[in-house]
């Protein structure tokens, strides 16, 4: 596979522990202008597992996760200086084509965002974006499958997508996401819109896609973490040179994460202690 015409040699990001990974960022700094938003992180997406990215507000979070498919590039004042390693390819490197890389690393937003079109079209979107010649109906029934929105919809796949519940329509995204088979799922904050049942079935989905994707989430609530993800990492805010920088303070499995941090900022967070 390449995100490009030409190969792009591989970088040697060769920075996290000895696990199989789908990306693997070494963000040494990111901009907006002027301003440091985000220094010094180094984290992976493991390939078949579950990634949570937790921390205070404004410590970066969805900045870096915005930065593992080039979504930020859409922001003119967003500058990275770093690699972000997805299959052996730097996807900040020379040639390569944003809209590739987001073909392979899907995202899911805040906020369900269905287009203003039917259920199907939703799904079918990404596809004919990417001229897909295979079988159309099968793909988008297996994509709301996966989602676990087929039951409720197969017999009004040409109502509008926004006459969905909120929950309904967060699936409607994801299959939306997925249907162009993509590796890599990002989720920034899927939940924070919804209830908690539409929150508790969107968050079992999230573990029986790991299955078929390497998954990364932000979320501002610890417990999801607790729930959903396999490794954590935490993120905080650098205020001592006057400013707000983010930057990782920790990664691991998450159990150890909550229960021994090897960090005293994380201990603080996760036991409620940080202001
Ligand atoms: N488009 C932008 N232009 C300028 N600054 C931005 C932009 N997006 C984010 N920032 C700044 O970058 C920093 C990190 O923001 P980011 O949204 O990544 O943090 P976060 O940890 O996800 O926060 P939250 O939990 O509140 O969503 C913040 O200081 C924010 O104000």
Redesign the pocket.
């Known amino acids: 596979m390449s995100l490009a015409a030409v190969d792009i040699p591989a970088s040697d990001a060769g920075i996290l522990p000895d696990r199989d990974y789908a990306i693997r960022a070494d963000v040494s700094k990111i901009f ?2 002027d ?1 440091l ?2 220094r010094d992180s180094r984290i992976g997406v493991e390939k078949g597992k579950i990634t949570g990215f937790i ?10 996760l915005r930065s593992l498919n080039r979504m930020n590039d859409l ?1 003119p ?2 500058r990275l200086e770093g690699t972000v390693d997805f299959m052996g390819q730097d996807i900040y490197a020379k040639g390569v084509d944003p809209v590739a890389v987001r073909r392979y690393i899907g995202m899911v937003f805040q906020q369900p965002n269905p287009f203003s079109m039917s259920i199907y079209e939703n799904v079918a979107f990404g596809l004919r974006l990417n001229r897909f010649k295979g079988d159309m109906d099968e793909r988008v029934q297996s994509a709301l499958e996966k989602a676990g929105l087929w039951k409720e919809v197969k017999d009004k796949l040409k109502q509008s997508g926004l006459a969905l519940s909120g929950g309904q329509q967060q699936r409607l995204c994801i299959a939306r996401a997925i249907a162009t088979q993509p590796s890599v799922l990002l989720m920034d ?1 899927p939940c924070s819109a919804l209830d908690p049942i539409a929150t508790r079935i969107v968050e079992e989905l999230m573990l029986e896609l790991k299955q078929d994707f390497s998954v990364a989430i ?1 979320t ?1 609530n610890m417990q999801q973490a607790v729930r959903v993800a396999d490794t954590t990492a935490f ?1 905080s805010v650098d205020i001592s040179q006057g400013g ?1 920088t ?1 930057f990782l303070v920790e990664v691991g499995p998450t159990k150890q994460l909550f229960d021994e941090p090897r960090e005293k900022l994380t201990r603080d967070y996760v036991s409620g202690q940080f202001s």
């Not at 921390?55 to 870096?64: F, H, L, Q, R």
Request: net charge positive.
């Open positions: 907006y202008g301003f938003a985000v921390g205070p507000s404004g410590c970066g979070k969805s900045t870096v922001i004042i967003f904050e932000v501002h993120f707000r983010g």
